[in-house]
C-alpha cells in the first residue's frame, strides 16, 4: 500500500467519525467516559462488540493475558488493567495473526479496514462482547497493554 492510498483511508475514517472522534486516533488522549456504561440491550440477532488492540510475542502469550491462571481464584491480567469492568473470560476472543480474515467473518470489507486502520500496527485484536460484562456498568480504556478501539454492533 503506498502512502497515498494510506493517507486516503486516513481522511475517510476522520470524514466519517467526525472531528470530535480524533481523539481516539491519539494514543495519549483517554477515551473513559465520566460515567461507566449501562449495559446495552440491543434487538434480537445484533451483539455489541469491544474491540481491543494489543501486542505479544504468541498467541499462548495473547491467551494467557486473557485467561485466569489455572488452578487459582486470580483474575487475569486482563480483568485486572480493565479495573472498570467484571468480565466474564469465556466471552473474550483473541485473534492473533491473520486478523482481517477473521473481521470479515462479521463484518464488511469496509469496516474491517476501519478496524485495522485503527489498530495501527498491533499484532493481536481482542474481542469481548458485551455478554462479558453480565449486565452490570462497566468503563473501558485504553491500558498498559492495550489500547481500546471502540465498538461495533454485529448481527449473530
Do not use: W
Not at 489455572?70 to 467484571?86: R, Y
Not at 470479515?104 to 485503527?118: H, I, K
Not at 474481542?127 to 456498568?137: D, S
Amino acid at each position: 500500500m503506498n502512502l497515498t492510498a494510506l493517507l486516503n483511508r486516513l481522511m475517510r475514517y476522520v470524514a466519517r467519525r467526525g472531528l470530535r472522534d480524533v481523539a481516539k486516533l491519539i494514543p495519549s488522549e483517554s477515551t473513559r467516559l465520566e460515567q461507566p456504561h449501562r449495559p446495552v440491550h440491543l434487538e434480537e440477532g445484533n451483539l455489541q462488540l469491544h474491540l481491543f488492540g494489543a501486542n505479544f510475542d504468541s498467541q499462548e502469550q495473547a491467551e494467557t493475558f486473557c485467561s485466569a491462571p489455572s488452578g487459582t481464584d486470580l483474575p487475569s491480567q486482563l480483568t485486572q488493567e480493565l479495573d472498570g469492568a467484571f468480565i466474564d473470560e469465556a466471552e473474550v476472543e483473541v485473534v492473533r495473526g491473520d486478523i482481517q480474515r477473521r473481521l470479515l467473518e462479521f463484518l464488511s470489507t469496509e469496516e474491517a479496514d476501519d478496524v485495522l486502520l485503527r489498530l495501527a500496527g498491533d499484532d493481536t485484536l481482542i474481542i469481548i462482547t458485551e455478554n462479558a460484562f453480565n449486565e452490570m456498568p462497566y468503563t473501558l480504556d485504553d491500558t498498559a497493554h492495550l489500547t481500546y478501539l471502540g465498538h461495533i454492533v454485529v448481527v449473530v
